[in-house]
């Protein structure tokens, strides 16, 4: 028997059939937007291997320096830089990285350097090679942003203090000739003998913690040995003696491997100016705008705190032709230089490595 509905008669709508259809829809929905995620994160890998193609252009600094074709890198994206020379002979390096340059750039030649750009922050690119009068003008800055966040502020790197550097009551570029200082070059093997003989009670980190050390000139240092009567009666030589104990001291806060590096860092970066010895005989003194110190001089060097030697250094001389080594040296190499640049005036008990 066929049944018949009336026209006034409704059909019920198939619910679960039209929710099973919703779900395909959804599902169908986000196949598409995981497909489409998944396109876009392995484009952007592919992307991300394609290294930024970037020129560096060397000319002379008197003729504008390190000019480049672009300023702004994006972090962990490999780098295919292209070093054109111009004029002038150049090598370089990128500050706080490993990227380095010792073949000589020539005028007319093209070299190229390939490296990961590192993490965010300002780095400041630097020439290793004395290449002028105004080498210390020789550096540009590149920056490197995080590709996910291109307007974050960026800073220039800096390491982790070392110590608590107090050079407020000091005028960096004034002398500070101490009130003592030695009449020969303290020997801190005697120094270190002299501790261990007469003021055993007292050892030398607790005497750099009494001094507050680095902020302490030599010649308070010598003025706080004396006051306190460390070592009394010494044998022979007072004077020759408590300076010695002074130059213990210092060598106590240094290693042979961290003058070493010093030495190293004073040999590239220095010597041209300051001289082999220190004395301010480099073959480039002539040509600066300022004079150059005697470091050997030993009354100036009385008067100078291990943190007033490594504020100089981090900041350079104003007006000097010194440039500034704090946005270029780690902190490291910034005391490592600090306490080679020390031992101009005092004999370690321990040759350099």
Request: proline share 7%.
């Amino acid at each position: 028997m066929i049944e018949s509905h009336s026209a006034n008669e409704s059909i019920e709508p198939n619910a679960t059939g039209d929710l099973a259809r919703w779900i395909a829809y959804l599902m169908s929905a986000l196949l598409l937007v995981w497909a489409g995620y998944r396109f876009a994160e392995q484009w952007r890998r592919i992307f991300n291997l394609r290294p930024v193609e970037m020129h560096l252009w060397a000319d002379a600094p008197q003729a504008g320096g390190w000019q480049t074709d672009r300023q702004r890198i994006p972090a962990g994206r490999p780098v295919h830089l292209t070093v054109h020379g111009v004029s002038g002979v150049h090598t370089f390096a990128l500050a706080y990285t490993d990227v380095r340059h010792e073949q000589l750039i020539q005028p007319g030649s093209e070299t190229t350097v390939d490296f990961v750009a590192p993490a965010p922050g300002r780095y400041v690119l630097y020439c290793t090679t004395w290449c002028s009068v105004d080498h210390w003008r020789m550096r540009t800055v590149i920056d490197v942003y995080d590709p996910d966040d291109a307007d974050t502020p960026l800073t220039f790197l800096q390491s982790q203090p070392r110590y608590a550097v107090n050079v407020a009551p000091h005028a960096l570029d004034m002398p500070h000739p101490g009130e003592v200082w030695p009449t020969t070059q303290p020997d801190t093997a005697l120094g270190d003998a002299l501790w261990a003989e007469f003021a055993a009670n007292l050892s030398l980190q607790d005497a750099q913690a009494a001094l507050d050390w680095p902020n302490a000139s030599p010649a308070a240092v010598y003025a706080w040995l004396e006051a306190a009567g460390v070592g009394e009666p010494l044998p022979g030589d007072a004077d020759q003696a408590r300076w010695a104990m002074v130059a213990a001291l210092w060598q106590q806060a240094t290693t042979p491997a961290e003058l070493a590096q010093g030495q190293a860092l004073y040999q590239q970066n220095c010597v041209a100016c300051h001289g082999e010895q220190g004395q301010g005989d480099g073959f480039a003194a002539a040509a600066s705008p300022g004079y150059e110190p005697d470091l050997t001089d030993q009354r100036a060097a009385a008067g100078a705190s291990p943190a007033l030697t490594y504020a100089k250094i981090a900041r350079g001389g104003m007006g000097t032709g010194m440039p500034n080594w704090g946005a270029v040296l780690t902190e490291d190499e910034l005391w490592a230089l600090a306490a080679y640049v020390q031992s101009f005036v005092y004999q370690p008990a321990q040759s350099v490595e």
